[in-house]
């Protein structure tokens, strides 16, 4: 009797496992779990806008430079309505530098450049993607914006800024990301620059059911 | 104590014990186990490799706890898994306030904010009880005593 007992407990105890397991990794997939926030200066838009896209980008994919050329014009048409939060998923396997031009970007933010340091990356892609030795194109750039150098070459090897570049990517893999870009609009996935212009034509609707009182 | 307040006491105190433990489970298990990782750094107990498989296990054994606990499953087993749990986490946050360590977030739900250390270690001192009232007189409303029914 007790044996019967426990055997029914146990079973109870196995079912409970087994789909509290699979639901909080169906979440996971289905990305319903809280989305870490970007850092500031990585983040356009307001706050209050109704239509918050996350783009997880590597700087020497060519995709995503393209990517961001329309997030650019996505910004201008929908205005106040966009806010955009950048996350870097270096493909380490296939772009050895992207890592360090992530480190470079995020401290070229911290001096407030963010912005104007990947346009300069994404737009010479093709010179640094690829190259052997450490690109002089990270230096460059950053004396053409009038950053300190000596400053950011620092920052760019500090834990702090590493670790942030470790969780976004830890972030990617548990989201099942493994392609450069990819959208989370209002948490829906988007893979590439067209998935992501097939949702935002749904943006009119989203602005306007927001704009509701 | 009459009977019935004590079977009232013993499934609020299950429901609120596990409850606590699936919220901080599935908080975390939502979210980058590098994340908890380098919350359980911060404690300077483990080494990152350690701090990272801590990571990977422990949301998902706070989950299963939790659940099993607020289902009365194994009702004295599973509070007395929790009880252990919580004095292990008291004995991580007690080192930490006594050694002054800047901990900034305790980790215990992942990114959402967290009391000081000092807050943290009293919280959990009230869990504890909690637990210890699961584990006396838990067994009312449970899956234990569902299944002893003919």
């Known amino acids: 009797m007790i044996d019967q007992k426990n055997a029914r407990l146990a079973a109870l105890a196995f079912t409970l496992i087994f789909v509290s397991t699979v639901a909080v990794l169906m979440a996971r997939q289905l990305n319903l779990g809280p989305e870490r926030p970007a850092p500031g200066f990585r983040t356009f838009g307001p706050a209050d806008a109704p239509v918050h896209v996350y783009e997880y980008t590597d700087l020497a994919c060519p995709a995503c430079r393209q990517a961001t050329l329309r997030i650019d014009e996505m910004r201008k048409v929908f205005g106040a309505g966009l806010r955009v939060s950048f996350k870097h998923y270096p493909l380490l396997n296939i772009h050895p530098w992207s890592l360090q031009a992530a480190a470079y970007s995020d401290c070229a933010g911290e001096q407030g450049k963010f912005k104007e340091y990947t346009d300069l990356l994404f737009a010479s892609q093709e010179k640094w993607a690829g190259a052997k030795d450490q690109p002089k194109e990270f230096e460059t750039f950053a004396r053409q914006l009038k950053l300190d150098w000596e400053k950011l070459r620092v920052c760019s090897e500090a834990p702090e800024t590493l670790k942030r570049l470790r969780l976004d990517i830890a972030e990617a893999d548990m989201k099942g990301v493994n392609a450069t870009p990819t959208f989370f609009v209002n948490g829906k996935r988007a893979v590439g620059a067209g998935q992501l212009i097939d949702q935002a034509m749904k943006f009119d609707n989203v602005m306007r059911k927001a704009a509701k009182p | ?150």
């Open chain 2, 1 to 150: 104590m009459n009977p019935g307040t004590k079977d009232i006491i013993g499934l609020a105190a299950r429901l609120a014990v596990g409850g606590i433990f699936i919220y901080a489970g599935v908080t975390k298990a939502l979210a980058p186990a590098e994340e908890f990782a380098y919350a359980i750094e911060s404690y300077r107990v483990l080494n990152s490799q350690l701090s990272l498989y801590a990571a990977y296990v422990t949301p998902w054994v706070e989950l299963y706890a939790g659940l099993l606990l607020a289902a009365g499953v194994f009702t004295r087993w599973s509070a007395l898994f929790s009880g252990v749990m919580l004095v292990f986490f008291e004995l991580l946050l007690g080192q930490a306030w006594l050694r002054k360590l800047p901990i900034t977030s305790c980790g215990c739900f992942g990114t959402s904010g967290s009391n000081s250390i000092a807050g943290e270690f009293l919280q959990n001192l009230a869990f504890l009880a909690l637990a210890a009232a699961a584990f006396k007189y838990g067994r009312a409303w449970s899956a234990d005593r569902a299944v002893e029914k003919p």
